[in-house]
């Protein structure tokens, strides 16, 4: 199985900062990763997929980058809103497998 | 609207068996793959099994091979899992989700639309 890891497991940030978290892959999937947000008793939610596109309706301050193995999730500008989980997810092989989460918290 | 609504969680001792339902409704259900993916109290997601749009291809992690089993019925637009001998670390919210997809060198998969989840409790 592919292995996800994320870093870091959580932060603190401030509304208005610039967050990335970053993904690394145990074996190269190209740009086969997509990325969610998930708020305490909610179902996740798509934003990334594909490795760089933004799905239908996600704000573009959101974004995704990288290919092979090491990839970016990038906030551009925090908001009240974006305080959340967020993980990664491999959709190269079965089982896709996810990354274990980072936390987002309020500094 | 675009809809999924799971059911049939609870409470079952272990060893006991359990079927969950997803009622899919705002696509067209049969032309999408759909999946499981579940998540224990405070840890991360987990994917669980996955099915093709007509079932005739269905994929499982490891840890639940040979004891859940995937189907669907599109002419009832509902997904299902079925779980047998079930243990305690199959407690978890269980998420319905579906399957969107985008060409490339391969197809990319990527869950688009998620249920609310239902809670399977294994406990005795």
Redesign the interface.
Same mark, same amino acid.
């Given at each position: 199985?592919i292995q996800m890891t994320q870093s870091p497991s959580s932060l603190s940030a401030s509304v208005g900062d610039r967050v990335t978290i970053t993904c690394r892959a145990s074996q190269r999937i !190209?740009?086969?990763i997509?990325w969610?947000q998930?708020k305490p008793g909610?179902?996740?939610?798509?934003l990334i997929?594909?490795a760089s !596109?933004l799905?239908s309706g996600v704000p573009s301050r959101f974004s995704g980058s990288g290919s092979g193995t090491d990839f970016t999730l990038t906030i551009s500008s925090l908001q009240p809103e974006d305080f959340a989980t967020y993980?990664c997810?491999q !959709?190269?092989s079965?089982?896709?497998?996810?990354?274990?989460?980072t936390k987002v918290e309020i500094k | 609207e675009l809809q999924l609504v799971e059911s049939g969680g609870g409470l079952v001792q272990p060893g006991g068996s359990l079927r969950l339902s997803c009622a899919a409704s705002g696509f067209s259900f049969s032309t999408y793959c759909m999946t499981w993916v579940r998540q224990a109290p405070g840890k991360g997601l987990e994917w669980v099994a996955n099915i093709q749009q007509d079932g005739s291809d269905k994929y499982y992690v490891d840890s639940v091979k040979g004891r859940f089993t995937i189907s669907r019925d599109n002419a009832k637009n509902s997904l299902y899992l079925q779980m047998n001998s079930l243990r305690a670390e199959d407690t978890a919210v269980y998420y319905c989700a579906r399957d969107g997809a985008v060409r490339g060198v391969m197809i990319h998969y990527y869950m688009d639309v998620w249920g609310k989840g239902t809670t399977v409790t294994v406990s005795s």
């Amino acid at each position: 199985d592919i292995q996800m890891t994320q870093s870091p497991s959580s932060l603190s940030a401030s509304v208005g900062d610039r967050v990335t978290i970053t993904c690394r892959a145990s074996q190269r999937i !190209s740009t086969y990763i997509n990325w969610f947000q998930q708020k305490p008793g909610k179902g996740p939610k798509l934003l990334i997929y594909a490795a760089s !596109s933004l799905q239908s309706g996600v704000p573009s301050r959101f974004s995704g980058s990288g290919s092979g193995t090491d990839f970016t999730l990038t906030i551009s500008s925090l908001q009240p809103e974006d305080f959340a989980t967020y993980y990664c997810q491999q !959709s190269y092989s079965i089982p896709r497998t996810f990354g274990q989460g980072t936390k987002v918290e309020i500094k | 609207e675009l809809q999924l609504v799971e059911s049939g969680g609870g409470l079952v001792q272990p060893g006991g068996s359990l079927r969950l339902s997803c009622a899919a409704s705002g696509f067209s259900f049969s032309t999408y793959c759909m999946t499981w993916v579940r998540q224990a109290p405070g840890k991360g997601l987990e994917w669980v099994a996955n099915i093709q749009q007509d079932g005739s291809d269905k994929y499982y992690v490891d840890s639940v091979k040979g004891r859940f089993t995937i189907s669907r019925d599109n002419a009832k637009n509902s997904l299902y899992l079925q779980m047998n001998s079930l243990r305690a670390e199959d407690t978890a919210v269980y998420y319905c989700a579906r399957d969107g997809a985008v060409r490339g060198v391969m197809i990319h998969y990527y869950m688009d639309v998620w249920g609310k989840g239902t809670t399977v409790t294994v406990s005795s």
